[in-house]
Nanobody, 118 residues
């Protein structure tokens, strides 16, 4: 099992910035991917960004150029720096961790609310 603890959500005005953090603990495989998803009211959960242990990143088109994902492997922690926030970014943001072995196992954080006011 892997436990994920998120922090850093909140309320910000449009154009502002927030930084999310997610610390993983427990049975973490040497090969893993971490990332962030989000879910707005009435919508499906969607990918925001992912990062491998080697540092390869993937972003949703809607956040490219505004959000930056990074990780500290020594701390098993992933970060999401969100700049130029828009009201459309309002959602619950979920940390995601995938252990990769012969198959894979996904784990989710409890979610943190990000609200962007116009």
């Amino acid at each position: 099992q892997v436990q994920l603890v998120e922090s850093g959500g909140g309320l910000v005005q449009a154009g502002g910035s927030l930084r999310l953090s997610c610390a993983a603990s427990g049975s973490i495989f040497s090969i893993n991917v971490m990332g962030w998803y989000r879910q707005a009211p009435g919508k499906q959960r969607e990918l925001v960004a992912t990062i491998t242990k080697a540092g390869s990143t993937n972003y949703a088109d809607s956040v490219k150029g505004r959000f930056t994902i990074s990780r500290d492997n020594a701390k098993n922690t992933v970060y999401l720096q969100m700049n130029s926030l828009e009201p459309e970014d309002t959602a619950v943001y979920y940390c995601w961790h995938r252990n990769i072995g012969r198959g894979y196992d996904d784990y989710w954080g409890q979610g943190t609310q990000v609200t962007v006011s116009s």
